[in-house]
C-alpha cells in the first residue's frame, strides 16, 4: 500500500467516511465495543454527517442472534440520540434524527416505559418548537419511520398517550409551503387509525373538534397537490389526451394556460406490455395520505365543505377536481393490482360521504361546482371528451361509469360496484328530489347501467354465490326503476327520457333471464317487475305496430315513436322508496378500513426509505 506523501502513513485502497469507522467501532460483536463509549465519541459521531445507507447495510446484515449479542450497542446509541434531539444543538439535533429513524432494534433497553417516554416528548417538543423547519420536519419523518415500523406493536401506545395532534397541526399552519402539509398529515392519517375499532383513538377525537380553517385549507391544497403529482405518474406512462388535443390547449382547458408555452416536450413512447406493469404498480406511497383524508372527511363537517369549495389557486386544479381526476385513473386500472383496488375504495367512500351531505351535494349538482376535471382516457370504451367546465356531478358520473365498465371479470369485485352503483343512486336521487335537470350525456350512463345487467347475466354462474351480490342486484335494478319513474325530474329534455325507455325495451328479454337467474322475483326489495312490466307494455304496442305493417320491422324512428305514444297507455309502478339510501356507518367498512390502513402504514415505510 503505497504512503501518503505528506504524513507517509500508509493510505486506504478505498476512502472511507470517518463516520464509517464510528459505526463499525459501535457495532463489533466483542468486549471492547459493548464498553459504554465516551463522551468524546458521542460527541463527534453526532457532529458528523450520518451515512444512512452504511448504517441501515450493517444493521440489515445482522441476524437476531446477532442483535441481541450488541443490544448493548444499541441501546447506547438510541439513548444518546434521544439526549442529543431533547438538547437541540445544530447540527448534532439533526444528525441524530436522521439515524435515529432507522433503529428498529430496541430489545435490550432497560427502563424502557421511561426511554421512549421521553423520545416521543422529545419528538413532540421537536415538531412544534424546533429552532428550524427542516429540523421539525426531520423530528416528524423519525416519527413516521417509527409509527410505520412498528404500527402493529405496543409501541405506538406512547403515541397516544402523547398527543402529538397540536403539534402537527402547529407545523402544518407554520410551514411555508404546500408540500410540507404532506408528512405531518401522513402521520396524523397512521396514529388515527392505530387500533380505532378497539379504543377510543385520541386522535380521531381531536379530528371532530378541529376548527382552524386556515390550517385545514393547507392541507385541503396539500392533498390536491398530492393527487396531481399521483395522476402524472399515470400519465407519464400513458398519455391519454384525445386525438386532436395538444398539451397547450389542454392546459388551457383546466386552467393551466400560463404554463403551456414551457411544456414542449412530449410523452416518452413505452412499450405497452411494459406500460401495462408499471401501471400496475401505481399509485405511489404518496398515496397514504388519502386514508388520513378519509379520517377527517368522515369525522369533520368543516373540512368537508373546505374540500368540495375550495377554488382553485393560480395555475392550479381545485382540489376536489384533483381528488376526482385522480380517482378516475384508479378506478380504470383498480383490476390490475390489489394496492389500486383498495385506493379506489378509499376515494369511493371518501366521495359517497361528501355527496351524503345535503348541502354538498346541492353544491356538487350547482353551477356553482363548474370546473374542468381531466378524467382518465387510457382505456376503452371511452365516454365523450366533454371541453370546458362543468358541474361536479357530471364528472362524478363520468367517473362512475368509467368504474362499472372497465372492472367487469368474472370474479367481480362486488363491493366496488356496490359503491359506483350508490354514489350514482344518491346523486340521482338527489337531482330527482331538488328536480335538477343536469345537462349531461344520460345515455352513457343508462347504457352502461344494462350492460352492467347483461354481464351479471351472462355471467350468473360465477357471480350468484359472490359476498353481496343480492345488494348490488337490489341497488342496480332499483336504481334503473329510480330513473324510469323520476326520469322527467331530472333529464334534460324528452328525448333523454325516450332513450332511457329505448335501452330498457332493447333489454326486455334479457331482464326477464336476468330475474329467473337470481330470482328477484321473490325479493321483497327488487323493483325488477317494475322493470319487466314496462318492457312487456311496449313489447306488445310494437308487435301491433309491426302486426299493422304487415309483418315489417319496424324501423328504430318507429320504434321511438310508438315509445312516445305508449306514456299515453303506461302506469308505472314504482315502489316507495326507490330515492332512499342508508347513510354511511364506519363500523359497516371495519374489515376494509383495517386492510386499507395496513397498506398505507406498508406505503409509508416505503416513503421512509427513499428519503
Not at 119 to 140: S, Y
Not at 259 to 272: C, L
Not at 438 to 450: D, I, K, M, P, V
Request: aromatic letters at 8%.
Amino acid at each position: 500500500m503505497e504512503p501518503s506523501p505528506l504524513t507517509q502513513q500508509s493510505r486506504p485502497e478505498v476512502f472511507q467516511q470517518k463516520i464509517v469507522e464510528l459505526y463499525e467501532a459501535l457495532f463489533k460483536d466483542d468486549d471492547e465495543s459493548s464498553h459504554e463509549k465516551s463522551e468524546g465519541f458521542w460527541r463527534e459521531f453526532f457532529l458528523l454527517r450520518p451515512d444512512k445507507a452504511t448504517l441501515r447495510k450493517i444493521l440489515d446484515t445482522l441476524s437476531p442472534g446477532d442483535l441481541l449479542q450488541i443490544q448493548s450497542q444499541t441501546r447506547q446509541f438510541f439513548l444518546r440520540a434521544v439526549a442529543c434531539i431533547k438538547a437541540g444543538s445544530a447540527p448534532a439535533d439533526v444528525h441524530a434524527l436522521d439515524s435515529s429513524d432507522i433503529i428498529n432494534v430496541l430489545a435490550g433497553l432497560d427502563q424502557v416505559d421511561a426511554v421512549f417516554t421521553d423520545f416521543v416528548a422529545a419528538l413532540d417538543v421537536t415538531i412544534r418548537t424546533g429552532a428550524a423547519l427542516g429540523t421539525r420536519q426531520k423530528a416528524i419523518d423519525v416519527a413516521l419511520a417509527l409509527v410505520s415500523g412498528a404500527h402493529s406493536t405496543s409501541l405506538l401506545s406512547y403515541f397516544t398517550h402523547r398527543d402529538l395532534f397540536p403539534s402537527l397541526m402547529k407545523f402544518i399552519q407554520d410551514s411555508d409551503t404546500t408540500s410540507h402539509a404532506l408528512k405531518p398529515f401522513i402521520l396524523l392519517g397512521l396514529l388515527a387509525n392505530y387500533n380505532k375499532f378497539e379504543f377510543q383513538n385520541p386522535y380521531r377525537l381531536r379530528l371532530d373538534d378541529f376548527v382552524n380553517e386556515g390550517t385545514i385549507q393547507k392541507i385541503i391544497r396539500s392533498v390536491g397537490y398530492t393527487c396531481t403529482a399521483t395522476r402524472g405518474k399515470y400519465v407519464a406512462l400513458q398519455e391519454d389526451l384525445p386525438e386532436g388535443w395538444s398539451i397547450s390547449t389542454t392546459l388551457n382547458m383546466i386552467g393551466l394556460g400560463a404554463i403551456a408555452p414551457g411544456a414542449k416536450t412530449a410523452t416518452p413512447v413505452i412499450d405497452p406490455e411494459l406500460a401495462k406493469e408499471m401501471l400496475a404498480q401505481l399509485p405511489g406511497n404518496e398515496a397514504a395520505v388519502l386514508l388520513a383524508t378519509y379520517d377527517f372527511a368522515h369525522a369533520n363537517k368543516l373540512f368537508c365543505f373546505n374540500f368540495v369549495t375550495l377554488p382553485a389557486e393560480k395555475g392550479l386544479e381545485a382540489p376536489i377536481g384533483s381528488f376526482v381526476s385522480v380517482t378516475s385513473y384508479f378506478l380504470q386500472h383498480a383490476h390490475a393490482s390489489l394496492w389500486t383496488a383498495l385506493y379506489s375504495h378509499l376515494n369511493l367512500i371518501i366521495l359517497r360521504l361528501l355527496i351524503e351531505d345535503q348541502v354538498l351535494c346541492k353544491r356538487i349538482c350547482s353551477d356553482e361546482s363548474k370546473m374542468s376535471v381531466r378524467l382518465c382516457r387510457q382505456r376503452s370504451p371511452y365516454l365523450p371528451f366533454v371541453r370546458g367546465d362543468r358541474m361536479l356531478a357530471a364528472s362524478i358520473l363520468d367517473t362512475m361509469i368509467d368504474g362499472i365498465n372497465h372492472n367487469l371479470r368474472r370474479r367481480l369485485d362486488v363491493d366496488l360496484y356496490r359503491r359506483c352503483v350508490g354514489i350514482i343512486l344518491r346523486l340521482i336521487s338527489h337531482l330527482s328530489r331538488s328536480r335538477t335537470r343536469l345537462n349531461y350525456h344520460w345515455s352513457e350512463l343508462f347504457r352502461s347501467l344494462l350492460s352492467l345487467v347483461r354481464f351479471l347475466t351472462t355471467y350468473t354462474e360465477d357471480l350468484k354465490n359472490l359476498n353481496n351480490i343480492d345488494s348490488l342486484l337490489d341497488d342496480l335494478v332499483n336504481l334503473i326503476a329510480l330513473s324510469l319513474s323520476a326520469g322527467e325530474a331530472f333529464l334534460p329534455n324528452p328525448a333523454a327520457y325516450d332513450d332511457l325507455f329505448y335501452k330498457l325495451v332493447e333489454t326486455g328479454e334479457i331482464l326477464v333471464k336476468f330475474r329467473d337467474n337470481y330470482d328477484l322475483g321473490k325479493r321483497p326489495t327488487s323493483s325488477i317487475d317494475t322493470l319487466i312490466s314496462v318492457t312487456t307494455h311496449y313489447k306488445q304496442l310494437l308487435a301491433d305496430g309491426a302486426q299493422g305493417r304487415r309483418g315489417k320491422h319496424l324501423t328504430s324512428a318507429q320504434v321511438a315513436g310508438v315509445i312516445k305514444q305508449g306514456y299515453e297507455t303506461l302506469s308505472i309502478q314504482a315502489k316507495e322508496g326507490l330515492d332512499g339510501w342508508t347513510k354511511y356507518r364506519e363500523a359497516d367498512e371495519r374489515t376494509f378500513l383495517k386492510k386499507i390502513a395496513r397498506a398505507a402504514v406498508e406505503d409509508v415505510k416505503s416513503l421512509v426509505k427513499e428519503r
